[in-house]
T-cell receptor, first 112, second 115 residues
């Protein structure tokens, strides 16, 4: 099965700085890579996703990059704000199985 | 909220007792999933379903069984609960997008404590 590794497990940044979270995957068949944000006591919610036919995708302050050759993808948050503080999960999936495998999460703290 | 409801939301039980968690959806999605969330392990897939009576195991299926007799309901059963099954359980549905894998949408979670 797929194996998704996520780093770092914790990340602290000053408000206004950028944050980068990295994930690697093992199965070259994976072709869909979503990122989820989970606030304390809440459900994970999708913030951005990317498919294997795209190298980069942006949505305001959030961007995701994908390197299929190296099998890694990254989440970039610019101009961080205190409300960005949460746990972020990456995941990998592929069409035929429609199974999602998650990284172990990154706890991001934005210091005002 | 994709019309997903989980019940119960909180449960405390004793070791050796059976427990059933229910996931109900109102949007007729084909794929449904059960995940457990534990500190340091992220979200791990227990079982998933790709249609009525069609289910398959995930990465941590030992000690769990599932059933899907109707499109809208996906049940997770712990036949004999153990303390290692203390966790937060999330049900999810997959919104296919044009036939491709789509957004995984989660329910609010069920917190289970096994004493």
């Amino acid at each position: 099965g797929e194996n998704v590794e996520q780093h770092p497990s914790t990340l602290s940044v000053q408000e206004g700085d950028s944050a980068v979270i990295k994930c690697t995957y093992s199965d070259s068949a994976s072709n869909y890579f979503p990122w989820y944000k989970q606030e304390l006591g809440k459900r994970p919610q999708l913030i951005i996703d990317i498919r294997s036919n795209v190298g980069e995708k942006k949505d305001q302050r959030i961007a995701v990059t994908l390197n299929k050759t190296a099998k890694h993808f990254s989440l970039h948050i610019t101009e961080t704000q205190p409300e960005d503080s949460a746990v972020y999960f990456c995941a990998a999936s592929w069409n035929t199985g429609n199974q999602f495998y998650f990284g172990t999460g990154t706890s991001l703290t934005v210091i005002p | 909220d994709a019309g997903i409801t989980q019940s119960p939301r909180h449960k405390v039980t004793e070791t050796g007792t059976p427990v059933t968690l229910r996931c109900h959806q109102t949007e007729n999605h084909r794929y449904m999933y059960w995940y457990r969330q534990d500190p340091g392990h992220g979200l791990r897939l227990i079982h998933y379903s790709y249609g009525v009576k069609d289910t398959d195991k995930g990465e941590v299926s030992d000690g769990y069984s599932v059933s899907r007799s109707k499109t809208e309901d996906f049940l997770l059963t712990l036949e004999s609960a153990t303390s290692s099954q203390t966790s937060v359980y999330f049900c999810a549905i997959s919104r296919l997008a044009g036939g491709e894998t789509g957004e995984l949408f989660f329910g609010e979670g069920s917190r289970l404590t096994v004493l």
